[in-house]
Structure formats: C-alpha cells, structure tokens
C-alpha cells in the first residue's frame, strides 16, 4: 500500500481526488490548541463552469487554490485537520474563478457527532469534542435524526404514564411520558399533560374516538378499570420510574434544555428510538 492510500484510508477520505504530497503531516499550534494536520490538494476536472455552467473544455484554466481547513474527528487524541488546497479554476466564456465548493466539516466528523448523540452527554461537550459548535451538533442532530416522527402506534396491551418537569418553555407546566407496561419501551412523550393536548398530540387519537359516546365517560371507565386492575395484577410501575430517572438524567447531562423539541428528540436518540437516518448532508 502507498503512503497515499494509507493515509487516505486512515482518515476515512471517500474523495479520491484528494492527494498527499511529501511533509503532508505536521502538528501546528492554533490558539494554544495543539493540531494534527494533514495537508492535502483537491485535483479534479469539474464537468461544468459552477458560474455559467458553461461544459468543461480547453477555455478552462488552472488558477491557483482556495485552501480550507476540514475538520475530521480526532485522531490519538488530538484534534486533527485536514488542510485541503482545493483546485481553482478560470472560466474564460464568463471570466469568472470558481472552485468545487465544500462544506468546512468533513462527513466523517459529522457522523462521529451523530454517534456521539447517542451518548448521555450534553450538546456542549460533544461540540467541544469534536471541534465545532454547538449550533452545529443541533444542525447535524436534525439532519441525521428524524426528530420530528410522531409515535402513533397502536395502544399497547398495559400503557404506563407518569408526568415530569421537561423544559422552561414547554407549553404546560408538567410534560407526560407514557411507555408500555409490558415491555418498558417509550411509546411517547408530550410536552403538555393537559387533556387536550394529550388528545391533539398523542396516541389517544388513535383510539376512534367516533365510536365513544363521551370522551369523558372513557376517561373515567379507563380510570376505574385502572384501579380495579392494579388491585388484581402483578403489574408495577417500575419501568415508568426507570424511564423518568433516565430523562432526568439527560436533563441533567446538558443543563437543561432550552426547547422542548430537542428534549424530546435526545431522549428519543439516546434511548435509540431514533436511528441515524441513511442519507444525511448539515
Ligand atoms: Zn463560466
């Protein structure tokens, strides 16, 4: 193997465009913060002007490089670059220069961040970890979670709730968690326990309610059947217990959160409610 595909191959580089010429690795100080640099040159031949969009043919020109520094995820500990100096090119049909534009995060460190959601630890920390900030690892969080699915499932044979204190902003003063009684898994968790929202939000809907004489006639048939059956089963509220220990301690891990939203979706995310979607781009 060359030094070219092993170094390639060790920073995860999917572009084989990218080339590796001699001292392609030094350490640089930035900030008081020692770096692992590599250094790299982005050749390709575009297919197109990326101004114009006039075919690539021999008006085309070779004009010097537009150097970027790519963060990737670290390597032995150190926080690690990839200093790319990216083929410019002149278009002589428009006169103007223009390069193959890419983002500043390589997609390597963006998916470490999306693992790293997983984790219990807070926003913060995995920004500082990874080199980027914190509205980055929300925006990555977003493009590589469905944080937005609604649970609609169907009723589980034992439903669990119980109520907690979410966020600040969340529309009611107490949030509600509901899981199945049987399996302990999180069937959903609502900002606002109030009646009518649980009804708006949740897998109440699911119940048809067309076929119920009275939503509150249900509740309170729900309600006796609930206390008659605890008397007359094994069934335990612990799981419900255990799931809002577990939110508890995410709340705790990021010092609160400031939107009710992103509470949800990292509960979601680290309980692997929500998996890492397949096709993703921040
Ligand atoms: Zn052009």
């Keep these: 193997m ?43 031949k575009p297919k197109c002007c990326y101004k114009c969009g006039v075919v690539f043919d021999d008006k085309f020109e070779k004009h010097g490089f537009i150097n970027s520094d790519i963060k990737l995820p670290e390597v032995s500990g150190y926080k690690t670059i990839l200093r790319l100096h990216k083929q410019r090119y002149l278009c002589k049909h428009c006169g103007k ?6 983002c500043f995060i390589s997609n390597n460190t963006k998916h470490k961040i999306a693992k790293d959601l997983i984790k219990k630890r807070s926003e913060k920390d995995i920004a500082l970890d990874n ?5 980055t690892v929300e925006r990555i969080m977003d493009s590589y979670y469905e944080t937005q699915k609604i649970y609609k499932h169907s009723l589980p044979e034992v439903l ?9 902003t969340a529309d009611g ?6 899981c199945n009684g049987i399996t302990g898994q999180t069937i959903d968790i609502i900002e606002d326990r109030r009646l009518d929202n649980l009804i708006k939000t949740s897998i109440i809907m699911t119940i048809k309610l067309e076929v119920m004489l009275n939503l509150s006639l249900l509740i309170c048939i729900l309600h ?8 007359n089963n094994n069934y335990h509220n612990g799981y419900i217990e255990g799931n809002n220990n577990f939110i508890k301690v995410i709340k705790r891990i990021a010092f609160g959160f ?3 939203k992103r509470f949800k979706a990292r509960i979601m995310i680290c309980k692997g409610l929500i998996k890492i979607k397949k096709i993703a781009s921040a």
Excluded at 173 to 178: D, G, V
């Design 173 to 178: 003063a107490m949030s509600f968690h509901m």
């Design 258 to 260: 400031r939107s009710f």
């Design 97 to 102: 220069a223009f390069t193959n534009y890419g």
């Design 160 to 168: 669990s709730f119980d109520e907690f204190k979410s966020v600040k």
């Design 131 to 135: 080199n980027v900030s914190p509205n």
């Design 224 to 231: 006796i059947f609930l206390i008659k059956n605890t008397f």
């Design 2 to 44: 060359s030094n070219q595909n092993y170094i390639t191959e060790m920073l995860e580089l999917k572009d084989n465009n990218v080339i590796f010429k001699e001292n392609y690795y030094y350490k640089e100080n930035i900030k008081g913060i020692t770096y692992k640099i590599f250094e790299g040159y982005l050749i390709y």
